[in-house]
């Protein structure tokens, strides 16, 4: 596999094969009337030295899990690996999909995404994210090596990316971890056109980027992208260096289209009829569109077998393994045996010692009992350790070259970190979770957004969830977060009321595989609300009757996390006033939301619903209807200590009460 030279299998030249990348790539966009031909195009002679001298793969076991990760992190040149899927021969993508290429249905959509075929490593388009997702790809696999051996672990991640991902802001953050850890298994082929969508680079961007590179702690070089034995020499290099490897291949957009290539006019729109029938003549290539000859598949289906022995061979060593049993269970995603077991235990604990602590405290109890039951659990802080209280007693840190830990000072990189996190998720063996401040959310976002996109189990642990933070003030206090976070689809978001809740909710995010979540956690102490240590999850049901009423129901508060508390204080003084009150603990929207509607009428109540966050009421209008009553914030925070906080923005029992008894 590592040999320089193309193997001798086939007497297809290099030319022949890229080209066929090209011709399905300008193809497939002009039978779907729009897509992106040039990157494609031009990254052609790249990709095909990459798949056939030096991918570790197996066409057919795409799920092979020790393959070479490849991670197109520019996605819009999507036709790029839809065309080697196809050609290589992965399952499903057929030539029927390249010809659907953008359409309903299709399993070639305009970016590529995870799931919708074999060989997709990562749903990329947001430009920059690929590059941090295959950064977590290639931690996950130092870790798994340094748990499971040589044997099991040990590939490669190889990332495209472009102009566009280089430029933005995380690619920074994801190339200055991955060269701080000394991620040498990665390798990045830089798609050095010199040209974006508005034109040439030159344009906003005067980078160097082999020094921005090196600066960084990674390894660099500079080939022409054009030709083969160049590239194959430079990856060649890149695999044996001790440092993350960037290697800017020189290209031309567009390469072959007689009058678009070099021109921003090839990255994003069909070439029209004339233009293709000219790259056709220019690049020697005279078959109909979608027409690829048969000994040109046949090379490429060559390709697509090259790791078949070492696939073969490492089935061997695993059948071998005396970890065979725990590396199927981590890497299927199952959890412990005993994953039931050691939260009942928790929860017993929790009931007899009732602590009143921040829940962020709370979680970190349940990490103290989860992480040395879970190996696969990663979990790490973009700097905010001991406010996140994501360090489990018994983790170990991942250094530079020692990957045998289980926590990962992530450094303030919030954007790179959720994205890592995503790639570490995809790569499989591990559930990751990481933490910052819930305001900082917005930093993590768009990652957040794509590992709901893409069902992945990350666990994002974010503490300080509102005012409650008390004097760090406005900009560190969370107002519209969970409003925009419930409007993530497929997002789990839980704010727990007290250490029962969040041992709950904990086992919940964990339990569900499909889905990420987001811990919404406390800086200030919470009493327990709940000493029932009863196996029953009562946060699976998404909100429940926390304290019911003796009296005739008149009134229903729903509260989330820190007002859960003040809005059972409101109970007591609306009770004595003769006003029989509900309250509801609704730790999370999305799980409430699949209940049947007559669970949730119960819970709900047909009295006066109040709803009491301490955070934008954006949204709260679902469950309060026209005439309920919203209790929180309407503006920003401020500066001062939480009580100050609280009883100038009327978050208080006194103000429910008056709200109520003024509306009843
Ligand atoms: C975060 C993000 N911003 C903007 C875009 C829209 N966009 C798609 S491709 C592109 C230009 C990318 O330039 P480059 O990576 O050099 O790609 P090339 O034109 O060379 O194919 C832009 C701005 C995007 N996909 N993601
Ligand atoms: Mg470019």
Redesign the pocket.
Known sequence: MDAKSAPATHSIPHRDLANAIRALAMDAVEAAKSG?P??PM?MADVATVLFQRHLKFDASQPSWPDRDRFVLS????SMLIYSLLHLTGYPEMTLDEIKNFRQWGSKTAG?PEYGHAPGIETTT?????GLANAVGMALAERILNARFGDDLVDHRTYAI????????GISHEAISLAGHLKLNKLIVLF?D??????GA?SLSCSDDQLLRFQASGWSTARVDGHDPEAVSAAIEAAKKSDKPSLIACKTV?GYGAPGKAGS?SS??SPLGKDEIAGAREKLGWSHAPFDIPAPIKAAWETIGKRGATEAAAWSKRLDANKQKAEFTRVISGELPANFAEVVGDLKTAIAKDAPKIATRISSQLVLDSLVPAMPELIGGSADLTGSNNTKAKVAKPVKPGDYGGNYIYYGIREHGMAAAMNGMALHGGIIPFGGTFLVFTDYCR?AIRLSALMKQRVVYVMTHDSIGLGEDGPTHQPIEHLAALRAIPGLLVFRPCDTMETAECWALALSNKDRPSVLALTRQALPLLRADAANANHCARGGYVIRPTQKERKVTLMATGSEVEIAVEAQKLLEEKGIGTAVVSMPSWELFEEQSAAYKQEVLGSGLRVAVEAAAGFGWERYIGPNGIFIGMKGFGASAPIADLYKNFGITPAAIVDAVTAKL
Not at 74 to 77: E, I, R, Y
Not at 125 to 129: E, F, I, K, N, T
Not at 161 to 168: H, I, V, Y
């Open positions: 992106h040039g990157m031009g520019a996605g819009h040149g970016h388009g947001p430009l920059g994210q990316a472009g102009d566009g991902c280089l430029m933005e798609d056109n010199g040209i974006s969508i508005d680079v957009i921003s990255h994003g768009p």
